[in-house]
């Protein structure tokens, strides 16, 4: 399937999931004692699972920082000339 906009879409997208977990957090879909490391996944239908780790610093109801990292699977490299 083809991006609608071009853009290819990406299998681990941790900007994203940093902000759903501000946003469920924030709604109350996160349990405030399970901030500091919360599991999103992604990229099942493209065949390149990845798995991205998110900590939210959180004080009272309020985010104060956001950490992401993770786990992806690399299947192909590109060269780009600076």
Partial sequence: MEPLYGIPEESATGTSNGALACYLFKYDKINPNNTGYIVMEQ???????????????????????????????????????I
């Fill in 43 to 81: 990229g099942y239908s493209m065949e390149k699972p990845s798995e991205i780790i998110i900590s939210l610093a959180v004080q009272n109801k309020e985010v104060l920082g956001v950490l992401v990292g993770g786990k992806a699977l690399n299947i192909s490299e590109i060269e780009v000339e």
